[in-house]
């Protein structure tokens, strides 16, 4: 059976409010080498990349939850299905993950990434140099994703948080987390956000920040 080769270290501690696909936001994560993969010299050469692949474990979802082999993609408005291979969903049958992220520096066994949408904890299985000359396809199709606007919303804070992280939590909740069945003015959610539960609502399709309270 394949061992994790890393964990990641990320500001993200539940899978609610995670980026549903990467390089949408710039948070700073760590990939962190696990013995006896945690050498210098397996990253040898490794800093003249400015992206790469990681493969982890999607390892909070236990494997019998959601064995169907369609899911219903939020960007579809969970209203349409679709198979799961046609889908990002981590969901799968072996719960493995793929993400592009841009790759800031390395620090001995530790790599400092952006654009990652991973869960802390997240084992990483492979690190892969992403090559611009081969996997950058301009003219690929994209299939049911194309026409698909990006959205984002405002995001208004009601409470005080310090600058650092008041951009990083104005970046994560402009993406929307919430449930794509959930209806403007539905509840109060709640994100954990680094040592932050973050308290929020949406009024006329702007994000207010209620409540940030410090976790102890």
């Known amino acids: 059976m394949n061992k994790p080769i890393a964990i990641i270290h990320s500001i993200f501690k539940e899978k609610f409010s995670i980026p549903r696909q990467p390089g949408l936001i710039s948070i700073e994560s760590q990939i962190k080498l696990l013995a006896p993969y ?63 992220v841009k790759l800031e520096r390395i620090e001995k066994n530790c790599l400092f990434i952006s654009g990652g949408d991973f869960l802390d904890g997240t084992p990483v299985y492979d690190l892969k140099p992403y090559l611009k000359e081969v996997e950058s396809i301009p003219d690929a199709r994209s299939g049911w994703t194309e026409n698909l606007e990006p959205r984002k919303l405002e995001v208004l804070f009601e409470c005080k948080v310090e600058n650092k992280w008041e951009a990083i939590i104005r970046e994560v909740l402009s993406l929307d987390p919430r449930p794509s069945y959930h209806p403007e003015g539905y509840k109060e959610y709640g994100s954990l956000l680094g040592d932050f539960d973050v308290h929020w609502i949406v009024e006329q399709n702007k994000i207010v920040v209620k409540k940030i309270i410090k976790i102890i």
């Open 38 to 100: 945690d050498r210098e010299e397996a990253l040898v050469g490794l800093e003249d990349f400015s992206h790469i692949w990681v493969i982890f474990s999607f390892h909070d979802i236990a494997d019998n939850e959601n064995s169907s082999l369609t899911v219903r993609p939020p960007r579809l408005g969970g209203n349409k299905k679709v198979g799961v291979f046609a889908s990002r969903s981590p969901y799968r049958p072996n719960r493995l993950g793929l993400s592009l």
